[in-house]
């Protein structure tokens, strides 16, 4: 699979490591940047996760800061992307079967790097489940076409 990452200063430890593991695991990594611990703005590095599966270039994306919120309102920004804040094991699982989440937010400085790459695991092998969440899943496509 092809997973876009992307993190700000404080989220740049915690992409080396998931990047890492994505990588043990056969997946290939867009890494968006940045590439150190040197304070940036965020939102950039969010819309280019967010591009690259929106537009197909990656199947899923993930990003990554201090608290993980204002990434995941970054990403979410771009039409297509529906990206999740999972600070712990039940947002993930439930992300994937219920909202066909396609970007995963994790907040750096609130998850240790092991459970961070437990809810990495878990959001990369759960599938969404379809039936009732199918029709809330494209309810929200239509909020970005301004058709709800």
């Given at each position: 699979m092809?997973?876009?990452?992307?993190?700000?200063?404080?989220?740049?430890?915690?992409k080396t490591?998931?990047?890492?593991?994505?990588?043990?695991?056969?997946?290939?990594?867009?890494?968006?940047?940045?590439?150190?611990?040197?304070?940036?703005?965020y939102p950039?590095f969010?819309?280019a996760?967010g591009?690259?599966?929106?537009?197909?270039?990656?199947?899923?994306?993930i990003?990554l800061?201090?608290?993980?919120?204002?990434?995941?309102?970054?990403?979410n920004?771009?039409?297509?992307?529906?990206?999740?804040?999972?600070?712990?094991?039940?947002?993930a699982?439930?992300a994937?079967?219920h909202?066909?989440?396609?970007?995963?937010?994790?907040?750096a400085?609130?998850?240790?790097?092991?459970?961070?790459?437990?809810?990495l695991d878990?959001?990369?092998?759960?599938?969404?489940?379809?039936?009732?969440?199918?029709?809330?899943?494209?309810?929200?496509?239509?909020i970005?076409?301004?058709?709800?």
């Amino acid at each position: 699979m092809k997973i876009a990452i992307g993190a700000d200063h404080a989220g740049y430890s915690l992409k080396t490591i998931l990047s890492k593991r994505l990588i043990e695991l056969g997946h290939e990594v867009i890494d968006q940047g940045t590439d150190s611990e040197e304070p940036v703005d965020y939102p950039k590095f969010c819309a280019a996760v967010g591009r690259s599966v929106a537009s197909g270039e990656a199947e899923r994306g993930i990003v990554l800061g201090g608290s993980g919120q204002g990434e995941a309102i970054s990403a979410n920004k771009v039409k297509g992307v529906r990206a999740a804040l999972c600070n712990d094991l039940y947002t993930a699982r439930m992300a994937r079967e219920h909202n066909d989440a396609n970007v995963l937010s994790i907040g750096a400085r609130v998850v240790a790097p092991a459970l961070a790459t437990e809810i990495l695991d878990l959001f990369l092998n759960t599938s969404f489940g379809g039936g009732r969440h199918e029709a809330r899943v494209k309810q929200i496509q239509q909020i970005e076409e301004g058709k709800l």
